[in-house]
């Protein structure tokens, strides 16, 4: 079955003959895999989920590319895969081998032309991190006054329309197999809505003018009032489609501040939580991919605030006003309990076929998703900065979604919840406690008065 698809391939760019290197590779991966599924499926055999997605992650780990990334991505969105590859993908590294100096030295002679080293005071030779779509270099150039400006290049990889077409072609699959075997989620819109973000992340000029955006957003009068978030500076005539060259941001990564005092690891998340939540309530838009690793840390000293660095602003969300008021809906009627504003709010949303056992079921997750921001007190963001508690109601919903038939989730849906729990756990991770709910209040309402930081 795996192979009859590679005849059937719609592509959106690259080469038939990377793409189908790529497919021999990716389905060698997952092949055996969703075989065992669909056999143990129709002799009525239970499958053992967790010893299946050890050995899918282990090989995927070792492919690395988009699928890497998509896998990420399932393991942040509620109920896409089964709990047990959820776990086992989210310790999937964002690291990847470089590629080496041939290839660095021809695309960016590619890009910038072949006198391209001229450009730089100093280019570093060896990247200093590597990713699924691309590798970033260290550079240096001259200002307008001759001063040093400290540069991050980032680089595509070579023929990654191809790739991502491949992997794309394969999780479609591997979903449909899935939801068919135990999905209590209907994941055409699930595939969809990766499929989009994704190639939006193969454009560099798309990145550049959303990096541009939410720096201003961030230097609003209403947000800065909090602290400070700051995203790299594109250097314009120095970046194309492919190469996106940006200001060096210094900072500490996270597993740096682990151990820095409560009251600084509180800021640092609830300036993390309003970075990702009060574009999206504002001005209807949300960093779609929050790694741990898109973050540095600033602690403050007799130059500089405390503060964040953000970035990778490559997967981006985009949504209609009326689905941002579909949100604050469905939390209005959680709080005061109105049974008709939710309803009303699922509607709004794009859900269909609203019947009281699905409603039932759509209750228990928005219980789930705003859980602390219903809770008017300081606290942490799950009890005992664990997860287990979200993970066991995930997994009860989702026993509860294959009874009523599943769900077709809207597509806005899927980075809304990747967000949600994205920086729910890097909120765990600083072992961060507070009043999720002031702050979430305050976001939504206009003129707010950021008092909670």
């Given at each position: 079955m795996w192979?009859?698809?590679?005849?059937?391939?719609?592509?959106?760019?690259?080469?038939?003959?990377?793409?189908?290197?790529?497919y021999a590779s990716v389905s060698s991966a997952m092949g055996s895999t969703v075989a065992k599924a669909a056999t143990n499926k129709i002799l009525g055999r239970k499958?053992?989920?967790?010893?299946?997605?050890?050995?899918?992650?282990?090989?995927?780990?070792?492919?690395?590319?988009?699928?890497?990334?998509?896998?990420?991505?399932?393991?942040?969105?509620?109920?896409?895969?089964?709990?047990?590859?959820?776990?086992?993908?989210?310790?999937?590294?964002?690291?990847?081998?470089?590629?080496?100096?041939?290839?660095?030295?021809?695309?960016?002679?590619?890009?910038?032309?072949?006198?391209?080293h001229d450009h730089f005071h100093i280019f570093e030779r060896e990247a200093t991190s590597a990713a699924s779509l691309g590798q970033v270099h260290k550079a240096q150039i001259r200002g307008p006054e001759g001063e040093l400006l400290n540069l991050a290049c980032k680089l595509q990889y070579p023929d990654m329309p191809s790739t991502v077409q491949a992997d794309l072609n394969q999780l479609r699959m591997v979903l449909k197999i899935y939801?068919?075997?135990?999905?209590?989620?209907?994941?055409?819109?699930?595939h969809q809505e990766i499929e989009e973000r994704l190639y939006e992340e193969l454009d560099y000029t798309l990145e550049a003018k959303t990096l541009k955006e939410f720096d201003l957003i961030y230097k609003s009068a209403t947000f800065q009032g909090a602290s400070t978030v700051h995203v790299p500076r594109v250097i314009q005539p120095l970046s194309t489609s492919r190469l996106l060259t940006m200001t060096w941001l210094e900072g500490e990564k996270?597993?740096?501040?682990?151990?820095?005092?409560?009251?600084?690891?509180?800021?640092?998340?609830?300036?993390?939580?309003?970075?990702?939540?009060?574009?999206?309530?504002?001005?209807?838009?949300?960093?779609?991919?929050?790694?741990?690793?898109?973050?540095?840390?600033?602690?403050e000293s007799d130059q500089q605030q405390a503060g964040i660095n953000m970035f990778d602003f490559g997967c981006v969300r985009r949504f209609e006003p009326k689905f941002i008021e579909g949100v604050k809906n469905l939390y209005q009627a959680m709080d005061t309990q109105d049974k008709n504003l939710e309803v009303h709010?699922?509607?709004?949303?794009?859900?269909?076929?609203?019947?009281?056992?699905?409603?039932?079921?759509?209750?228990?997750?928005?219980?789930?998703?705003?859980?602390?921001?219903?809770?008017?007190?300081?606290?942490?963001?799950?009890?005992?900065?664990?997860?287990v508690y979200g993970r066991e109601m995930a997994e009860k919903i989702h026993k509860e979604l294959r009874k009523v038939g599943g769900v077709t989730p809207p597509q806005e849906f899927v980075f809304m919840d990747r967000a949600a729990v994205g920086v729910g756990s890097l909120c765990m991770h600083l072992?961060?406690?507070?009043?999720?709910?002031?702050i979430y209040r305050e976001m939504t309402t206009p003129g707010m008065s950021l008092k909670s930081l």
């Amino acid at each position: 079955m795996w192979r009859s698809m590679m005849t059937n391939i719609s592509v959106k760019g690259g080469s038939t003959g990377a793409r189908i290197k790529r497919y021999a590779s990716v389905s060698s991966a997952m092949g055996s895999t969703v075989a065992k599924a669909a056999t143990n499926k129709i002799l009525g055999r239970k499958t053992d989920h967790g010893v299946q997605a050890m050995a899918l992650t282990k090989v995927m780990g070792k492919l690395k590319g988009p699928v890497m990334k998509i896998a990420q991505m399932l393991s942040t969105i509620p109920d896409a895969v089964p709990p047990e590859y959820a776990l086992e993908f989210q310790s999937l590294q964002s690291e990847a081998p470089a590629m080496g100096w041939p290839f660095v030295r021809r695309r960016m002679q590619a890009e910038l032309g072949p006198d391209w080293h001229d450009h730089f005071h100093i280019f570093e030779r060896e990247a200093t991190s590597a990713a699924s779509l691309g590798q970033v270099h260290k550079a240096q150039i001259r200002g307008p006054e001759g001063e040093l400006l400290n540069l991050a290049c980032k680089l595509q990889y070579p023929d990654m329309p191809s790739t991502v077409q491949a992997d794309l072609n394969q999780l479609r699959m591997v979903l449909k197999i899935y939801e068919s075997t135990m999905g209590g989620v209907k994941t055409k819109k699930v595939h969809q809505e990766i499929e989009e973000r994704l190639y939006e992340e193969l454009d560099y000029t798309l990145e550049a003018k959303t990096l541009k955006e939410f720096d201003l957003i961030y230097k609003s009068a209403t947000f800065q009032g909090a602290s400070t978030v700051h995203v790299p500076r594109v250097i314009q005539p120095l970046s194309t489609s492919r190469l996106l060259t940006m200001t060096w941001l210094e900072g500490e990564k996270l597993r740096d501040i682990l151990d820095t005092p409560q009251d600084y690891r509180n800021k640092m998340a609830k300036l993390a939580f309003r970075a990702w939540y009060y574009p999206f309530f504002q001005h209807g838009i949300i960093h779609g991919d929050p790694h741990l690793g898109n973050y540095t840390f600033r602690q403050e000293s007799d130059q500089q605030q405390a503060g964040i660095n953000m970035f990778d602003f490559g997967c981006v969300r985009r949504f209609e006003p009326k689905f941002i008021e579909g949100v604050k809906n469905l939390y209005q009627a959680m709080d005061t309990q109105d049974k008709n504003l939710e309803v009303h709010a699922f509607e709004i949303l794009g859900f269909k076929n609203l019947s009281k056992d699905v409603i039932d079921v759509l209750r228990q997750w928005a219980g789930l998703l705003y859980e602390p921001v219903l809770d008017d007190r300081v606290r942490p963001m799950q009890p005992g900065h664990s997860g287990v508690y979200g993970r066991e109601m995930a997994e009860k919903i989702h026993k509860e979604l294959r009874k009523v038939g599943g769900v077709t989730p809207p597509q806005e849906f899927v980075f809304m919840d990747r967000a949600a729990v994205g920086v729910g756990s890097l909120c765990m991770h600083l072992r961060a406690e507070a009043n999720w709910c002031q702050i979430y209040r305050e976001m939504t309402t206009p003129g707010m008065s950021l008092k909670s930081l």
